[in-house]
């Protein structure tokens, strides 16, 4: 009971980063779309006065929250109890599928969720309106059904709206199309490439993924923008400038 008042009475959403991505579900929630009125970083001009989709915080979590906001309405408590439920429920689920894919036995997913219900740093960190929490748990999903599709081939197509939906979740996750290719060849051996659900499964990840590479080709003129590249050179792991 004390940790959920904490959660229930907590009316801040935080920071740059949580603002963000509420207001992301917030317009997807009146029907705007993943455009925000503002501008989101400082490493690229923009035209005053015009929304814009956010590239700096992927829309992930807008997805989720949309729907709740449009239900509960567009509240801070609302937005933090979302991913109280995320990291409390969708991602100990996600980690007992895939233990027991991988262990091919069912106890060790049982038990799997119990270090994760525990943590009391996760329940701080689920307090945070971020997106970490949830791109794990689809990852979690991702990995059980790439081991699953040791005995039941079929399900290696779902990795593929699972591989989008972490793409969205952060820029950093297109290496995953090439690591299922990888994965599948050696698990599966390299004639397990060849099955359909294998190329069903990278059709539909870059069909699920299209909206936001257009996007990103429309205002940037490449379709895997990322905003990693300047913020690398602010640490001097890149020799990109912060000239405009």
């Keep these: 009971p004390a940790r959920l008042d904490r959660v229930r009475f907590n009316m801040d959403i935080g920071h740059a980063d949580g603002v963000a991505y509420a207001w992301q ?11 925000v009125p503002y501008v989101s970083n400082f490493y690229h001009r923009y035209t005053p006065g015009v929304d814009r989709f956010d590239d ?3 829309p992930l979590l807008g997805f989720v929250l949309a729907p709740v906001f449009r239900h509960f309405g567009p509240e801070a408590n609302v937005a933090r109890m979302t991913t109280v439920w995320i990291s409390t429920v969708f991602l100990p689920l996600s980690l ?5 894919a991988v262990s091919r036995q069912a106890w060790p997913g049982l038990l799997a969720p119990l270090p994760v219900w525990r943590s009391t740093e996760l329940l701080v960190d689920s307090l945070t309106l971020n997106t970490d929490q949830l791109l794990a748990g ?3 999903l991702f990995l059980a059904a790439l081991f699953a599709g040791r005995k039941w081939p079929a399900l290696l197509w779902t990795c593929g709206p699972l591989m989008a939906l972490a793409w969205y979740g952060k820029g950093s996750q297109v290496v995953l199309i090439p690591f299922f290719l990888g994965a599948v060849a050696l698990l599966n051996g390299l004639r397990g490439l060849w099955r359909w659900p294998v190329w069903a499964a990278v059709l539909s990840a870059l069909l699920l993924a299209s909206p936001r590479l257009l996007e990103n080709q429309r205002y940037f003129g490449r379709p895997l923008h990322s905003t990693q590249s300047p913020v ?3 640490f001097g792991l890149s020799p990109r400038t912060w000239d405009l």
């Design 138 to 140: 689809i990852l979690c």
């Design 25 to 35: 579900g917030r317009r997807m929630a009146e029907g705007r779309g993943w455009h």
């Design 96 to 100: 007992c599928l895939l233990v027991q």
């Design 232 to 234: 690398s050179a602010f």
């Design 56 to 58: 700096q915080w992927p």
